[in-house]
């Protein structure tokens, strides 16, 4: 099992109140498999993603990645380990508009301290993957949307990470350049890469292999996308 998360509770302090947001979730994903977290806004689906990502820490509960037990590390093993075993991709892009396609994607390669020319054949490797060689010199205000998330994409796999980790990809996206991007998705899992993707829209997330729904922080359903929706009539508390 590449990444378990066992009985995980999330709690935040807000005055005197305590806010409960994730409720004894526990998620399991095997190595190359494709995986979608759909649930409404206010379900608990961007917490979890922080704290599969690694950006946030669980009130309770343990979390392992590739044997790696990540709850009992210091921040800046944490830091580390993020950085070389986990890719983003964010809704808003985020690539900065002054630099290049070429480096943007080169951008974590230079901080992973990897040589220049060494860097450069990667970043232009990763853009070919994702069908962008013909714009790697381009800013990112030359680019369309969803141009810009390929680069972004492109820079999520440049240091070839165990796990793809995509926050609403096609949110900012119109359906033409959303469909591209999830051909992109469906095409690096094919070639073994470990995809999780939060989303909010089942036909988003009927791409995907397998479906899991959490609602109000608990996970509820899982299997196809119509399938997770299917039952929310009739919502279970299951272990994944």
């Known amino acids: ?3 378990e998360l066992d009985h995980i509770f999330k709690d935040y302090i807000q005055g005197k109140m305590t806010v409960p947001v994730l409720k004894d979730v526990t998620l399991h994903v095997d190595k190359g498999e494709y995986v979608a977290i759909m649930g409404p806004s206010g379900s608990g689906k961007t917490t979890l993603m922080n704290i599969i990502g690694c950006l946030d820490v669980p ?5 392992t990645l590739n044997g790696n037990d990540l709850l009992h590390h210091k921040d800046k093993e944490m830091s580390r380990i993020r950085n070389r075993s986990i890719g983003f991709v964010f809704q808003s892009f ?3 508009p002054r630099q290049s396609a070429l480096d943007n994607v080169a951008l974590p390669l230079l901080y992973a301290g990897v040589p220049g020319k060494e860097r450069r054949e990667r970043a232009v490797r990763a853009l070919q993957k994702v069908g962008l060689e013909d714009r790697m010199n381009f800013k990112p205000t030359q680019l369309s949307g969803g ?3 390929r680069v972004a994409i492109a820079r999520a796999i440049v240091g070839e990470p165990d796990l793809l980790l995509a926050d609403e990809p096609t949110g900012a996206l119109d359906s033409a350049s959303g469909r591209q991007v999830m051909e992109l998705f469906e ?3 094919k070639e073994g890469m470990t995809v999780i993707m939060i989303t909010h829209d089942s036909e988003i997330a009927a791409h995907a292999k397998r479906t899991v ?3 109000d922080g608990i996970l509820t359903g899982a299997g196809s996308a119509a399938g997770a929706l299917a039952d929310g009539s009739q919502e279970r508390e299951v272990s994944v």
């Open 1 to 3: 099992m590449m990444l």
């Open 59 to 63: 009130t309770s509960g343990s979390y």
């Open 94 to 96: 985020n690539l900065l």
């Open 147 to 149: 141009q810009k998330q």
């Open 187 to 189: 095409q690096l899992n």
């Open 213 to 215: 729904l959490i609602r």
